[in-house]
């Protein structure tokens, strides 16, 4: 069932709060066609970057239309469009929703109350404070706002010494779905000089297994950004749930340089 459906969302709101595993792929660059393809690999989710990536609103929506596109493949399993928004504000969060996605993953979060405020961003009233305009997310989720209530997924990100302070009560906010990390910024938060400093990987785990710990205690889904299948395969076997596994621009260039060196092997 591709994402044209507005069971495909509920479906997967159910497998994200049932803390199943879904795995995603992270696309930093506006290229729908290659987005399309990626939607059609077998991914239950990809995620738009809207951050850190090469995305602004109008590359959003064409993502988000050619992860429809991808998922209504023939023998595609339907993967959904998920968007990072650029802040924890009201109108990145409502937007992304507004132009189709599934989900929002929210940055910088760094309180139960700030993520609380995301969760309300999401959400329409009386359960939240996102304005009336679904001009495309109600061909996907909704149309009546608490069929989007029900069908929409919020996870905040764990990436700051505040946020992993709180990563109890933060786990607890009534509506959130899940704790998202961002190892690169907790790692830095936890205060290595560069967010790949090996000295601090066992800071790192210590800081993943509060994260753990803490959703399951919620009941919500623990999520985390790897950089490998391997590394992903490992955080699934830990506990982690919502997994997503690299992303385009890292692959594009692995791959280029991996092709250069045989090809260039042949020279001698």
């Given at each position: 069932?591709?994402?044209?459906?507005?069971?495909?969302?509920?479906?997967?709101?159910?497998?994200?709060?049932?803390?199943e595993a879904v795995l995603g792929y992270w696309v930093a660059l506006d290229?729908?066609?290659?987005?399309?393809?990626?939607?059609?690999?077998?991914?239950?989710?990809?995620?738009?970057?809207?951050?850190?990536?090469?995305?602004?609103?109008?590359?959003?929506?064409?993502?988000?239309?050619?992860?429809?596109?991808?998922?209504?493949?023939?023998?595609?399993?339907?993967?959904?469009?998920?968007?990072?928004?650029?802040?924890?504000?009201?109108?990145?969060?409502?937007?992304?929703?507004?132009?189709?996605?599934?989900?929002?993953?929210?940055?910088?979060?760094?309180?139960?109350?700030?993520?609380?405020?995301?969760?309300?961003?999401?959400?329409?009233?009386?359960?939240?404070?996102?304005?009336?305009?679904?001009?495309?997310?109600?061909?996907?989720?909704?149309?009546?706002?608490?069929?989007?209530?029900?069908?929409?997924?919020?996870?905040?990100?764990?990436?700051?010494?505040?946020?992993?302070?709180?990563?109890?009560?933060?786990?607890?906010?009534?509506?959130?779905?899940?704790?998202?990390?961002?190892?690169?910024?907790?790692?830095?938060?936890?205060?290595?000089?560069?967010?790949?400093?090996?000295?601090?990987?066992?800071?790192?785990?210590?800081?993943?297994?509060?994260?753990?710990?803490?959703?399951?205690?919620?009941?919500?889904?623990?999520?985390?950004?790897?950089?490998?299948?391997?590394e992903a395969a490992q955080r699934l076997a830990e506990g982690f749930s919502?997994?997503?596994?690299?992303?385009?621009?890292?692959?594009?260039?692995r791959a280029a340089r991996d092709e250069l060196a045989v090809a260039r092997?042949?020279?001698?």
């Amino acid at each position: 069932m591709g994402t044209g459906s507005q069971g495909s969302a509920a479906e997967f709101a159910r497998r994200v709060r049932g803390r199943e595993a879904v795995l995603g792929y992270w696309v930093a660059l506006d290229a729908p066609p290659a987005t399309e393809r990626l939607a059609a690999t077998g991914y239950d989710l990809v995620v738009l970057d809207a951050q850190h990536g090469l995305i602004d609103d109008r590359a959003v929506l064409a993502g988000l239309t050619a992860v429809d596109a991808g998922a209504s493949v023939p023998g595609a399993p339907g993967a959904v469009g998920v968007v990072r928004v650029a802040a924890n504000d009201p109108t990145p969060i409502g937007r992304a929703l507004d132009l189709g996605a599934a989900g929002v993953i929210v940055p910088l979060v760094s309180s139960a109350a700030e993520a609380a405020g995301a969760v309300r961003a999401a959400r329409y009233p009386p359960d939240g404070v996102r304005s009336f305009g679904p001009l495309r997310s109600g061909l996907r989720v909704g149309p009546a706002p608490a069929q989007s209530n029900a069908a929409v997924v919020v996870l905040t990100m764990v990436e700051t010494a505040g946020g992993l302070a709180e990563v109890d009560a933060t786990a607890a906010t009534p509506g959130l779905d899940g704790l998202f990390v961002g190892p690169n910024d907790l790692r830095l938060a936890l205060g290595a000089p560069t967010p790949d400093d090996p000295a601090f990987d066992e800071q790192l785990e210590a800081a993943l297994v509060a994260v753990r710990e803490a959703c399951a205690a919620a009941g919500i889904a623990a999520g985390i950004f790897t950089t490998s299948g391997e590394e992903a395969a490992q955080r699934l076997a830990e506990g982690f749930s919502f997994v997503c596994v690299s992303g385009d621009l890292a692959h594009l260039e692995r791959a280029a340089r991996d092709e250069l060196a045989v090809a260039r092997a042949a020279l001698g």
